[in-house]
């Protein structure tokens, strides 16, 4: 028997963009595992899912337009599905390379995570200064979402 889980009330919204994917088939949740991201005009949200379970199928992808209702994934349900199982399922996730040659590495004194009104000021602050900065961000321009 599977469970389908469903985009939960989303309010005012329809048609809400998903920015990020967090689960692959296979994969084990424990309840109110992140399951995807979804980004409005106003803001991005995580959904978590509302059973715990293995993945069996994922019905979305990144940059699919997503409504209340519509369907995420499918999960067979695991009673008591600890967090050791989603450990054990995160271990077996390919590793982030890491540079062998020392050349490869980049160096720097800070490190500003996010360009939006508040990263993009404390880069260019930090520069002023004379550090050495690297900002972060996840998407391809610069700008939070109000200036994007």
């Given at each position: ?83 050791a199982e989603v450990a054990a399922t995160e271990a077996k996730k390919p590793a982030v390379n890491v540079p062998a040659d020392p ?46």
């Amino acid at each position: 028997m599977f469970i389908e889980v469903k985009v939960p009330d989303l309010g005012d919204f329809s048609d809400v963009e998903v920015i990020e994917l967090g689960v692959a088939v296979g994969d084990v949740l424990a309840l109110e595992d992140p399951i995807i991201t979804l980004e409005t005009d106003k803001a991005s949200m995580e959904i978590p899912t509302t059973v715990a379970g293995r993945v069996e199928s994922v019905a979305v992808k990144v940059g699919d337009k997503v409504s209340e209702g519509d369907l995420l994934l499918t999960l067979s349900p695991m009673e008591n599905t600890s967090h050791a199982e989603v450990a054990a399922t995160e271990a077996k996730k390919p590793a982030v390379n890491v540079p062998a040659d020392p050349g490869d590495a980049v160096s720097t004194e800070v490190v500003v995570l996010g360009s939006g009104p508040g990263g993009y000021t404390a880069a260019f602050r930090a520069a002023d200064l004379g550090k050495k900065v690297i900002l972060v961000e996840r998407y391809a321009s610069l700008g939070g979402v109000c200036l994007n």
